[in-house]
């Protein structure tokens, strides 16, 4: 029977779900990065998270889809799916790209950037797990503008440095574009963040 009242769709309990996978991702790389072995084995298991998290993104849209009324704003819900999923897209490309390059050893710049990464993937996680009552989400957010930040100058530091006449020609470019995507990631952490914090202020 039809009725006017919408199902309990738990759009709080599928964005956990999405953070954790998201978190879980940026581990990976970063694990992937510092120790630099089994790199196709590595690259495999997280391109297999980077597909659960499209998996749980497409049931996000599709509750959206059919439910009248939902516990946030509708473009929000939407750009919240939307941006973590990708974080785990532009995470999942850096180690495909690692391994599609053949690059032979990491770099103590990509070992920095990964651990920040890995620490706007933690801050994600634990931002969305206090999403549902909209309290103690400023800290988290504020960080990862933080983290965002610091990225942004060591990565344009690191590619600065790849010009300094020392390295491989094939090296440059394959750490330039490397180093680039690592930025990348963490724009698309604050572009999370930036969500997080238009829902926040719409609460109040």
């Not at 298991?45 to 049931?59: I, R, S, T």
């Not at 797990?129 to 060591?154: S, V």
Request: hydrophobic share 40%; net charge negative.
């Amino acid at each position: 029977m039809f009725s006017l009242f919408p199902r309990d769709e738990n759009f709080f309990e599928l964005f956990r779900r999405q953070a954790v996978l998201v978190r879980q991702g940026c581990d990976q790389l970063d694990e992937m990065v510092q120790k630099f072995d089994r790199i196709e084995e590595r690259a495999k298991a997280l391109k297999d998270v980077e597909h659960q998290g499209d998996l749980v993104a497409h049931e996000l849209f599709e509750r959206l889809n059919r439910t009248f009324i939902t516990p946030l704003d509708r473009e929000d819900i939407h750009g919240l799916a939307s941006g973590l999923d990708d974080v785990l897209d532009a995470v999942e490309a850096i180690a495909s790209r690692i391994l599609l390059f053949k690059v032979k050893h990491t770099t103590p710049q990509a070992v920095k950037l990964t651990r920040i990464v890995a620490e706007c993937g933690v801050q994600i996680e634990q931002a969305v797990g206090c999403l549902k009552d909209f309290k103690g989400l400023m800290p988290f957010t504020i960080e990862i503008n933080r983290l965002e930040n610091e990225a942004d100058g060591l990565s344009r530091q690191a590619v600065a440095d790849l010009f300094d006449g020392t390295h491989d020609f094939l090296d440059v470019i394959r750490w330039k574009e490397i180093y680039g995507r690592l930025e990348n990631a963490t724009d698309q952490c604050e572009d999370v963040a930036n969500v997080i914090e238009s829902i926040v202020l719409k609460s109040r």
